[in-house]
């Protein structure tokens, strides 16, 4: 699953980052971020106008990401659905 | 002994800066990288072995592997490949205390360096707080580094690490090659490291109402039409004081000296001139106190994330948000926030809209215009109808703000994906301290700004105002004759349409270079025609209302003031953006006073 499309407030793990064109730095800034393999992750709020950027939470860190960022994280919900 | 020249570097939000105002108080030095416009922070302090320790404050990044022009800059000086930086004795990389699993990972890459490092655990007072127990021994330990906890917005929050760097030279750290960084602060914070509960309660808590689609905006909408009010309501006593004291001044020179060009001078031309523009300070320090506490708070980025997407679909980005906010105090520290927006096409048209919000040196023409044209009364109990007329003011300047970067983005060629990627602080209280401090900074920028280039330019206008003299057996006001007078009446021709009468023509030519000025040089113009009354009463009774708000509609878009084309032009390296810049402001001005005035007098 990606974590664009986790629910809201449903604990997962991240499962990796994808480059979504050759050399992406907005991926390799991501994993810089700490979205690496095992994070837990969440997330925490939506934001108004249609619900983009999302809030995540990694660790105790919080970070705005737009829903196209979040699609590069690959994540796999707690209750192991789907990774 | 020779200084200590040590760099301060972090991830944002480490608390960097209130190090930096912990150790250097109020002995800094504000300037730009040679080159680009990236503000460079210098200060010192004296150890108490009595060495002297050079502070220089880096720009806040996540990662050597720099994502903006700032953050390049941090790379090169810990590199020691900046050109005209010395590369620093010693690094001191300042981490979240609260934060470490992501700022402990920016410790191993400057330890790979292997300069000598040590390590400031900040905000430990934040993390006992929360229920985190750091071990430091074992943390430094592990890191192979010297570890000292600071609190920097303690009074001596910052005494255990000048006693450290005073007691001995630091070695350089043994790099040892990782794999894998992630894993490493991993097994680093197991050992070190122990959160008794879910550190981030307090936040999520507060985030839940703040971020709340409804509820968050209404705060922010609030929180804004608050500080319009405030900055309007509070100034006005300061503004009346420094008025008045402008005013003594000036009598007290006219009485002491000889009629004459010099009296004129000091007195219509300087005095006037710089009182003019010191009784708008007020305003811009109580907007900053805002802008200040709002950016310390940590909200600042949740405003951000509210308004994010509103601003992408005109083509911007919620980073733009707190460059925008910037300029309206004032576009050029708006337009030198952009930097911060690590994205150069996001940041070109933030810079290219920044003049459109209305900075606080427009409130001088909106605060005559409307004293003298909008009743004071009360709206629905509780507004004032000038506070309302005043928002709508910079409710327009918004607006048209949207709308330009609505048609820049429709008109740019690349139209590829560019990033958010925004933390989130942790919520704090703002400290007064590091408020004043910041305040102090912005206000030295406005008045030098207005030092140099407002006072030339009155002084100027008065020259023009004053020669030549008028012929013998005139009979007209002296300035009828003058160089002002003549340039005003041929800019009339052009401005006739708008319902500018020469007066305000001639107010028009030096508030083209510095908006703040076109308030003095009206009162200028008008007290050398022979006025004596206040400006405000000349205007409510010499002026019609179309004219007033034909006046209010130029200054929404007031074509440029020469320090923000200097900024432009220093910001994007480039004249052509200058020009775009000026032209479409021009041309949008014209534009709405045109529509302006011809619609109030077909109404009025
Ligand atoms: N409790 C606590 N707050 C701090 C400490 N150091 C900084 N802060 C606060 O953390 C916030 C961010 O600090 P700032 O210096 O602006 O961070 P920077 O982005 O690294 O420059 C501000 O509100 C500071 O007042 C500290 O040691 N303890």
Redesign the interface.
């Given at each position: 699953m990606r974590l664009s499309e986790l629910p809201k407030n449903l604990p997962a793990t991240v499962a990796g980052v994808v480059d979504a064109v050759a050399d992406d730095a907005i991926a390799r800034r991501l994993r810089e971020l700490g979205f690496v393999a095992g994070e837990p992750v969440r997330i925490v709020a939506l934001a108004p106008f249609g619900g983009d950027p999302l809030l995540v939470q990694i660790g105790s860190t919080r970070f705005a990401l737009r829903r196209s960022e979040a699609a590069r994280v690959t994540v796999a919900s707690a209750d192991g659905a789907g990774a | 002994m020779s200084a200590l020249q040590i760099a301060l570097v972090g991830n944002p939000n480490s608390g960097k800066t209130a190090l930096f105002n912990r150790l250097t108080g109020a002995r800094q030095k504000v300037a730009n990288y040679a080159g680009v416009t990236i503000e460079r922070k210098e200060g010192h302090y004296t150890a108490p072995s009595g060495r002297r320790v050079r502070v220089l404050d880096l720009p806040g990044t996540?990662?050597l592997?720099a994502?903006s022009p700032d953050e390049a800059i941090t790379r090169d000086v810990c590199l020691g490949r900046h050109p005209g930086e010395p590369v620093p004795d010693l690094i001191v990389c300042v981490v979240d205390a609260?934060?470490l699993?992501?700022h402990l990972?920016f410790v191993l890459e400057l330890k790979a360096l292997g300069r000598p490092l040590i390590l400031a655990l900040n905000m430990i007072d934040a993390a006992e707080r929360r229920g985190i127990a750091i071990d430091v021994e074992a943390l430094s330990r592990e890191l192979g580094i010297a570890v000292v906890p600071t609190v920097a917005v303690h009074r001596h929050g910052a005494q255990a690490l000048i006693d450290r760097l005073d007691a001995q030279a630091l070695p350089a750290p043994q790099p040892h090659p990782v794999a894998d960084l992630?894993a490493e602060v991993r097994r680093i914070l197991a050992v070190a490291v122990s959160s008794a509960r879910?550190?981030?309660a307090t936040?999520?808590a507060i985030?839940?109402i703040v971020?709340h689609?409804?509820i968050?905006?209404v705060i922010l909408a609030v929180l804004m039409f608050v500080i319009f009010q405030a900055v309007f309501a509070w100034a006005t006593p300061l503004m009346d004081g420094i008025e008045a004291g402008f005013g003594a001044l000036g009598e007290a020179l006219g009485a002491l000296l000889p009629d004459g060009v010099l009296r004129s001078l000091l007195v219509d031309g300087i005095v006037a001139g710089v009182g003019g523009v010191l009784v708008f300070l007020p305003q811009i320090l109580i907007l900053f106190v805002f802008i200040l506490v709002l950016e310390e708070s940590g909200y600042l980025?949740r405003a951000?994330?509210?308004l994010?997407?509103?601003m992408?679909?005109v083509g911007l980005t919620?980073r733009s948000f707190i460059p925008l906010l910037s300029s309206f105090a004032c576009a050029i520290p708006g337009i030198m926030a952009t930097r911060s927006i690590a994205d150069p096409r996001d940041r070109l048209t933030t810079i290219l809209i920044a003049p459109l919000m209305t900075c606080s040196a427009r409130l001088p023409v909106y605060t005559l215009l409307i004293a003298a044209f909008i009743p004071q009364r009360t709206v629905a109990g509780v507004f004032n109808l000038q506070g309302i007329v005043l928002f709508t003011l910079y409710v327009a300047g918004i607006v048209s703000a949207m709308a330009v970067a609505w048609v820049i983005k429709r008109l740019r060629r690349d139209r590829s994906?560019h990033?958010?990627?925004?933390?989130?602080p942790s919520y704090r209280w703002p400290h007064a301290r590091d408020i004043a401090i910041g305040l102090w900074e912005r206000a030295m920028i406005f008045l030098k700004r207005v030092g140099g280039i407002i006072l030339a330019l009155t002084v100027l206008l008065w020259f023009l105002s004053s020669f030549p003299a008028p012929p013998d057996g005139a009979t007209e006001p002296a300035i009828q004759y003058s160089l002002a007078g003549r340039i005003g009446r041929l800019l009339e021709v052009v401005f006739a349409p708008l319902g500018f009468n020469w007066q305000i023509c001639i107010a028009l030519v030096p508030g083209l270079a510095a908006r703040e000025v076109a308030v003095a040089s009206l009162a200028t113009v008008y007290a050398l025609s022979g006025n004596e009354d206040g400006l405000s009463a000349i205007v409510a009774t010499q002026w019609s209302l179309a004219t007033a708000l034909s006046l209010l509609a130029w200054y929404v878009f007031a074509p440029m003031c020469l320090s923000t084309l200097a900024t432009v032009r220093r910001e994007t390296n480039s004249w052509r953006q200058v020009w775009i810049m000026a032209g479409y402001l021009f041309a949008l001005a014209y534009l709405a006073s045109l529509l302006t005035y011809q619609i109030a007098r077909w109404l009025t």
């Open positions: - | 996540y990662s592997d994502a609260t934060n699993r992501l990972r992630h879910d550190s981030a936040d999520q985030d839940r971020l689609p409804v968050g905006l980025p951000a994330f509210l994010d997407q509103l992408l679909r919620g994906e990033a958010l990627m925004m933390e989130l």
